[in-house]
């Protein structure tokens, strides 16, 4: 009996470990701006490779100051300005 209700927990866990995962893997950014954001507004860059979550490359940017303080924006990763910012220096 205890191996029947040890396999049906393991089951389930098995079942809410793979719905769970299946909402995370998915693209953050629904639409993406290449608007140019002055370095002084920039906060924090997070670029997120593509992957299995996402086919394509994120850059998120986390605004700073003012009315646009803790704003995140997606940019584009194509677009010249941002990729000077990705450049390591």
């Known amino acids: 009996m205890d191996n029947r209700v040890t396999a049906s927990v393991l089951i389930c ?3 809410v470990s793979i719905t769970t995962q299946g909402f ?10 290449s608007q140019f954001i002055p370095r002084r507004h ?5 670029i997120i490779p593509a992957g299995a979550h996402c086919e394509r490359q994120e850059v ?14 997606c940019v584009d990763p194509k677009a010249k300005w941002v990729k000077a910012l990705m450049v390591p220096q």
């Not at 920039?42 to 997070?46: A, F």
């Not at 003012?66 to 704003?71: P, S, V």
């Open 13 to 15: 866990l098995a079942f």
């Open 42 to 46: 920039i906060h924090q860059l997070e």
């Open 60 to 73: 998120i940017i986390t605004m700073t100051g003012g009315k646009y303080k803790n704003r995140m924006v």
């Open 24 to 33: 995370e893997l998915r693209c953050k950014c629904i639409e993406r701006i």
